[in-house]
């Protein structure tokens, strides 16, 4: 399986957020939106990330609050990526190394969509679920010892 079954399912919808936008306005976008990341794009190429861990991390650096902060001096500069045909096992292997609960995935250089370690996670016992109601359906139908193959 792979990204790309991802996207299908979970529809190409993105939020992106320019570097140069205030901390404050977008939180306020994640808040609304109910999302966990932001892409940040900057003349049309990724250029970071903004997840909810950076956000935290800028208001205990800032004594507890947004202050005037702008979405460059707190994204992650250097997110992990991946490509529509990444196989999921892999984007679950790099997700767990790094860490991450967000990635993009890149087309070339175009913005195709952002999984989410839920995502994959869903992904993954959705395929599990089907394989084991596969496996029980071939049990049940199992043919009985001593049945004969062919009627004499």
């Not at 199992?142 to 004499?152: D, I, L, T, Y």
Request: net charge negative.
């Amino acid at each position: 399986m792979k990204v790309t079954d991802i996207l299908r399912v979970k529809g190409s919808t993105l939020f992106t957020v320019s570097p140069d936008q205030t901390l404050a306005e977008a939180v306020k976008t994640m808040a609304e939106l109910d999302i966990g990341s932001l892409v940040v794009m900057e003349h049309g190429d990724l250029v970071g990330m903004l997840t909810f861990r950076e956000v935290i991390s800028a208001i205990v650096a800032n004594g507890g609050s947004l202050g005037d902060r702008h979405v460059r001096s707190v994204m992650d500069d250097a997110p992990l990526t991946c490509t529509p045909a990444t196989e999921i096992d892999e984007v679950r292997r790099m997700m767990l190394q790094r860490h991450a609960r967000y990635m993009p995935v890149l087309d070339q250089r175009t913005l195709m969509g952002v999984v989410s370690f839920y995502d994959v996670a869903k992904t993954v016992v959705d395929a599990q679920d089907f394989e084991n109601r596969m496996l029980k359906a071939y049990i049940r139908d199992w043919p009985a010892e001593g049945a004969s193959a062919a009627a004499p």
